[in-house]
């Protein structure tokens, strides 16, 4: 084993160990997100990760992280790259927390963020999009990364240019347990109206993304009036949602395909909706493009 | 006293004492709305509401309602009316609950519904349109009645045509509390920067109301890159929400003032937002508009 490469989200961390010719020797998940850690705990959650990895103990084991250990309130603040910029850069803007007791050098890349009356941020999809431009070089356009905060990137090579956020996969979550649409939500969810729902949805969304919060309403009218029924409301809803979401980026789309990085369920989904603006989605394989992003970011060291 | 006046909705209730002559004698508000009731704890939480009441009691007292009293899951169901239709008759459409042991003859006013794949229902805001179009005779155009959800009608003398429902007030509510957003909203909402937080938000909805799930996020990363501080947070969100609603519906406004009836703090804010974009918004006393419409309603018996 030649480094180790770890993607750590707020709910979970992914660990990969990686060999000299780059193959993937294993790989670890551990719950230990950020969203459960405080500031020194973080040392020992990555090395119960790293117990029983191949290595010879005496010499020092790269660690190269992604995502959220590097948010302000993670492990060691990794202060954002701004936009425009070149993601090769990634690894210049890294931070390097100490790991008392062991031989592991770690390396947390920055996020990214935008300014200029246009505040944005990101932390780990940066990561993805040079694992894009590393997998598809010459690759240059929009990109969706499908997810609770939805991103949208202008990539051109490994420049990132600009990029927008969309609080879909949240807004969907918050309505359905807090607003008064969940006593339409209550119920099986995944039944056979969902899909029907989902396409009434998206059909809307796409047709009135102004009208997002007068649409939402008519969900509980529906089933109210006209039986609708939770697996229905549902599949209206998460249409609705990314209908409106696609919608609004409609004038950044163009003609050309829209590389798709996120779950392969939401993938599919918001390939669909694409399809139904004549707009083809191509889902990328998501744990790739990260581990893709890891290793070229190392690469590209100063 | 001749007759008493309800208002029953989902939060608590408020009755007025009317006399023979159309003067109100007294008012009385509990607590005790739909929300916290059992089917059968409806006539006592009327009778207490009006003990001591100047009142012959061997004679009997009509209580006219309006309002969520009247909802599947209230004291006795009225169904509604369908728009678009003559808001006259409410009362031939009303239900009689009986209120065993007293002389009270209960009315029920039901609510409106409209359908034709334009599902959507009102409770409440029926009797507050009948009011505006008693106070007002011969007003024709769109009303708009801010609030949890937001109502906008077009109404032409005494008919309801066409109707919808914005899901503003809610969602300001749920991603304050629920949403990742909560983080840039914890702390002082009323500080100075609310003002001017409320009119950058209110610009960016009527701008873009198309944009909403984007414009979003974009407070959260205000709050991490730019020093936004709470009271600015909700001012913007608040105002983004209502330019949203208003930009959504600005094709049905067209030049003529549009009457507001709601809590004066929302009127006053809808007002501001209107007038950004030319339209001049007209604050209703929002107890004397739903006082005329139990009046109007009552005086309308087939």
């Not at 229905?232 to 409609?250: D, K, M, Q, V």
Request: proline share 5%.
């Amino acid at each position: 084993m030649d480094w180790v490469a770890v993607d750590w989200g707020t709910s979970n961390l992914r660990a990969w160990g990686i060999a000299a010719e780059g193959d993937v020797l294993w790989e670890k998940t551990s719950p230990k997100g950020m969203g459960k850690l405080s500031r020194n705990e973080y040392p020992d959650a990555l090395l119960e990760v790293l117990v029983g990895a191949a290595h010879e103990q005496s010499r020092q084991l790269d660690v190269v992280i992604c995502g959220m250990a590097g948010a302000k309130q993670g492990w060691l603040e990794a202060p954002y790259l701004e936009a425009p910029t070149d993601l090769r850069g990634l690894l210049d803007g890294a931070v390097r927390p100490s790991v008392p007791g062991s031989h592991v050098a770690a390396t947390i890349l920055p996020g990214v963020c935008q300014r200029a009356g246009d505040d944005n941020v990101m932390r780990g999809e940066e990561t993805q999009l040079l694992g894009l431009a590393s997998l598809h070089p010459g690759f240059a356009g929009l990109v969706c990364m499908p997810g609770t905060h939805s991103k949208w990137a202008h990539l051109a090579g490994t420049r990132i240019e600009h990029f927008s956020t969309a609080m879909t996969g949240e807004m969907f979550e918050v309505l359905r347990l807090h607003s008064v649409l969940r006593h339409s939500l209550s119920g099986e969810l995944n039944g056979p109206g969902r899909k029907d729902g989902f396409a009434a949805g998206a059909a809307d969304g796409l047709e009135r993304p102004e009208h997002l919060l007068g649409m939402l309403f008519r969900i509980r009218a529906g089933s109210l009036l006209s039986d609708r029924q939770p697996d229905w409301c549902a599949g209206y809803l998460s249409g609705l949602l990314i209908g409106t979401e696609i919608a609004s980026n409609r004038h950044l789309i163009g003609d050309t395909p829209v590389p798709l990085i996120g779950s392969p369920v939401l993938c599919d989904l918001y390939q669909k909706v694409l399809g139904m603006i004549g707009i083809k989605g191509e889902p990328q394989d998501a744990t790739q493009t990260v581990l893709a992003g890891l290793r070229a970011a190392r690469s590209f060291a100063a």
